[in-house]
């Protein structure tokens, strides 16, 4: 399978545990989204990498959530100290950008958090 | 303010009838038009994507179209199947790096 990976799907944490999520893009991909999504809303936009430069987060990202994409393949995020409003499907996505044009983006399956 | 709006919210068709989903938006500068379909529980998976210079869009049953004046764009199924039933999601890209969501319709297909 040569799609957007995600892992794990589904992950159950007591409030104030520390979570990671891990996303593993299409391989010639250079940009990795982020979004949440809660239901019957659509995603909302967390932060983006250009391969292994963090380039925009968006305000709903506070300080107990962290990303990475260390070399420029796979990303974490990862959600300090937990509570029962991050409960949410998070996903990734990726796609190619040359230039000034960004092309398809692609979406992982998520991974669906549960707080409680 | 850059917003997208769809509606309706929900819909419920019987399995046969066709069905056509609306997305108003207001960002600017415009790059392009998207509509996606998330099935329960999954990631969504794109349909169409629509520059400024494209006014329909088709992909097998499913048929969307821009109007660029009047920042609107449909989605049209024909012939709807029960597998139709998801999340629509109309997607609007201001600029290269920038992506605007809708909150989705959410079509429910009946025997």
């Known amino acids: 399978d040569t799609g957007v990976s995600q892992d794990p799907r589904h992950k159950i944490t007591k409030r104030g545990q520390n979570v990671t999520f891990r996303c593993d893009p299409i391989?010639?991909?250079?940009?990795l989204y982020w979004y949440r999504q809660t239901l019957g809303q659509g995603p909302e936009f967390l932060t983006y990498?250009?391969?292994?430069?963090?380039?925009?987060k968006s305000r709903l990202l506070s300080d107990r959530f962290s990303a990475e994409r260390p070399k420029g393949s796979f990303s974490t995020l990862e959600i300090q100290r937990t509570e029962q409003g991050d409960s949410a499907m998070y996903l990734c996505a990726s796609s190619l950008s040359v230039g000034s044009s960004s092309y398809e983006q692609y979406f992982g399956p998520g991974t669906r958090l549960t707080v409680t | 303010k850059n917003q997208v709006e769809q509606s309706p919210q929900s819909l419920i068709i019987l399995e046969g009838k066709n069905c056509t989903l609306q997305?108003?938006?207001?960002?600017?500068?415009?790059?392009?038009l998207r509509w996606y379909k998330q099935d329960t529980g999954r990631g969504p998976v794109s349909l169409t994507i629509?520059?400024?210079?494209?006014n329909t869009k088709s992909n097998g049953r499913y048929t969307a179209t821009l109007d660029a004046d009047t920042k609107q764009s449909s989605l049209h199924i024909t012939a709807s199947q029960l597998s139709d039933s998801a999340s629509y999601i109309c997607?609007?890209?201001?600029?290269?790096?920038?992506?605007?969501f809708g909150s989705g319709t959410k079509l429910n297909v009946k025997p």
């Open positions: 629509m520059t400024f210079s494209e």
């Open positions: 391989s010639e991909h250079n940009r």
């Open positions: 990498f250009q391969n292994e430069a963090q380039l925009e």
């Open positions: 997305c108003n938006y207001t960002v600017s500068p415009f790059s392009n």
């Open positions: 997607v609007v890209s201001g600029n290269f790096n920038k992506f605007y």
